[in-house]
């Protein structure tokens, strides 16, 4: 796909509140002379982030993981996706941290059959 194809592709699969986003880059795309920001795949992904990606998300998902706020509340399999998603998210990449916050969260029953 060349630059437009892929940025009208990306577009039409906004959903939800970006609707209105979604439609006012689809009129814009298709002007002779569209805005810089639809020209390429590098600047719509700046323009798309700059309108829907909280630039405190890292500090947000660190918070969470270094206050013991990441807890196992439901099974551990939804457990573990959700420790791997806030350590994606505050760029936590070392293996061995991940399974220190994982162990160290789990339900206390859980944690005790892996010692054994």
């Known amino acids: 796909m060349n ?3 892929q940025i009208c592709f ?3 699969l906004i959903q939800g509140d970006g ?3 979604k439609c006012n880059q689809l009129g814009l795309i298709s002007q002779v002379v569209p805005p810089a ?3 390429t795949w590098a600047t719509f992904i700046v323009e798309f982030n700059l309108c829907f990606v909280d ?4 500090k947000k998902a660190a918070a969470l993981l270094n ?3 990441v807890v196992q509340t439901t099974s551990v399999r939804n457990f573990i996706d959700l ?4 350590c994606d998210l505050a760029h936590y990449n070392n293996v061995g941290m991940r399974q220190d916050i994982i162990e160290a969260r ?3 029953d859980l944690a005790r059959c892996g010692e054994s």
Not at 55 to 58: A, D, G, L, T
Not at 83 to 86: H, L, N
């Open 55 to 58: 630039p405190k998300e890292h």
């Open 10 to 12: 990306t577009l039409q």
């Open 67 to 69: 206050h013991g706020k």
């Open 37 to 39: 920001h639809l020209a």
């Open 83 to 86: 420790v791997q998603e806030k």
């Open 19 to 21: 609707e209105g986003w």
């Open 3 to 5: 630059n437009v194809q």
């Open 106 to 108: 789990l339900k206390l």
